[in-house]
């Protein structure tokens, strides 16, 4: 698949979270797609005037099928969705890491959509005994299963940034791997902002992987910089 032109579009999944906000600045330095459009459960706020030509769409999750039209016509489709257990259950977790995320990609394959570029996790696994890492290797799974004309899955360790919510065990591993990617820097974590280029740069660069997979080292050597402005 060749890289995308300033007449492409994109939609991003995910928004409001850690990842989602940092694409979302990426793909708007960038400046490689002629429409960019969020879709979410509630509308965003921003201040800054870059963000003005950002298109969102208001979904129900638990209802898609209702807004299917939101799915139309994308050439990259980038998914950031996720949540926790200590958030939202265990039932909440399945729902939003796996079933939001495989319904999202239906439509968005239904749509027309081209590269289909998924935030995964590590270790994920459709094996897995362990509840996170099998449901989004469920996920992975059904997403490759679609069929896409090309897929870019990413498996990022812990991610590193300043999150809004508290959440305090993982406070205490970021600062304990912060200080290990010192001596370790790809192993086990990775910013954000690095995910975030990881999969812009992952839509700029041609492939002919039809489905590729990246490891947190992946992601690290992917995102070191910009590859879609202009030189």
């Given amino acids: 698949m060749s890289a995308p032109n300033q007449n492409q579009s994109c939609f991003i999944l ?6 989602g906000k940092a ?13 960019v459009t969020i879709i979410g459960r509630r509308r965003l706020t921003f201040e800054e ?19 299917s039209s939101a799915f139309q016509c994308h050439d990259v489709g980038f998914c950031c969705l996720g949540t926790t257990r200590a958030k939202a259950g265990v039932a909440g977790l399945i729902r939003v890491d796996r ?17 289909f570029i998924l ?14 890492p099998r449901i989004k290797g469920e996920a992975e799974a059904k997403i490759e299963e679609l069929n896409f004309s090309r897929c870019t899955i990413l498996r990022p360790a812990l991610l590193l940034c300043n999150r809004q919510e508290s959440r305090p065990v993982e406070w205490l591993a970021i600062k304990f791997l ?18 975030a280029r ?33 030189k």
Wanted: proline residues 3%.
């Fill in 14 to 19: 995910g928004a409001s979270g850690e990842t």
């Fill in 23 to 35: 694409l979302l600045k990426e793909i708007l330095n960038q400046q490689i797609f002629s429409k």
């Fill in 49 to 67: 005037d870059e963000y003005k030509s950002v298109v969102q769409e208001v979904v129900d999750f638990d209802n898609l099928d209702e807004y």
């Fill in 99 to 115: 079933d939001y995320v495989c319904k999202s990609a239906e439509l968005a394959k239904s749509g027309r959509c081209k590269h």
């Fill in 119 to 132: 935030e995964s996790g590590a270790a994920a696994n459709k094996h897995s005994i362990f509840l996170l």
């Fill in 178 to 195: 912060g200080c290990l990617s010192y001596f370790f820097p790809t192993l086990f974590s990775v910013p954000v902002s690095t995910v």
């Fill in 198 to 230: 990881a999969m812009v740069n992952s839509a700029v660069i041609p492939s002919d992987k039809k489905v590729e997979v990246l490891e947190n080292e992946d992601i690290h050597i992917l995102g070191k910089e910009d590859k879609g402005k202009p």
